[in-house]
């Protein structure tokens, strides 16, 4: 068996799944809708039906503020974040490095608003016996909006 799925806080998937933010539960749950699911997707929705049924997910799945963001913030604290051009000559990569910036005080409110925004996936990756789990991933150039300070070096 196998579930794959991106989600985002901007709109559904095309299975009925988006992320919502309840600040005043100060949760990041994890919402299921299956009048958003896409037609071609009827045959698993049969399954789900026959197995959990079609309503909200119960439990809900969810990460508390306070735990997101301690982990988030020891993980992104503070980075560089470079930019660079890639040349290829032969079997040699060479770089030119366009931007550099300096990342500092991560910001729990910019990871949230990214979430909500669909700038911060969240990747689903459950298999039977190879079972990747589920990791934030974030869209290209968006990393400077988790920072409450960001320095231009070059």
């Known amino acids: 068996m196998s579930f794959r799925q991106t989600i985002h806080g901007q709109s559904r998937s095309d299975r009925g799944f988006k992320v919502v933010i309840d ?3 100060r949760k990041v749950l994890i919402s299921f809708d299956a ?3 896409s037609s071609k997707h009827k045959e698993w929705l049969k ?3 026959k197995h959990t049924g079609l309503g ?3 439990p809900q799945p969810y990460w508390g503020f306070d735990d997101l963001k301690h982990k988030a913030g020891t993980k992104l604290l ?4 470079v930019q660079a051009e890639v040349k290829k000559k ?3 990569e060479y ?3 366009t931007k550099v910036m300096m990342l500092q005080k991560f910001s729990f409110e910019g990871f949230l ?3 909500e925004e669909g700038k911060v996936l969240v990747d689903f990756d459950a298999r039977t016996r190879h079972n990747h789990g589920t990791k934030f991933r974030l869209r290209q150039d968006c990393l400077p909006m988790l920072y409450r300070k960001v320095t231009v070096i070059i």
Request: proline residues 0%; hydrophobic residues 25%.
């Open 23 to 25: 600040r005043k539960e």
């Open 56 to 58: 909200e997910l119960n």
């Open 95 to 97: 770089y030119k490095y």
């Open 35 to 37: 009048k958003n699911a």
């Open 90 to 92: 032969g079997k040699k």
């Open 47 to 49: 399954s789900v039906k």
């Open 78 to 81: 503070n980075t560089f974040y």
């Open 113 to 115: 608003k990214a979430l």
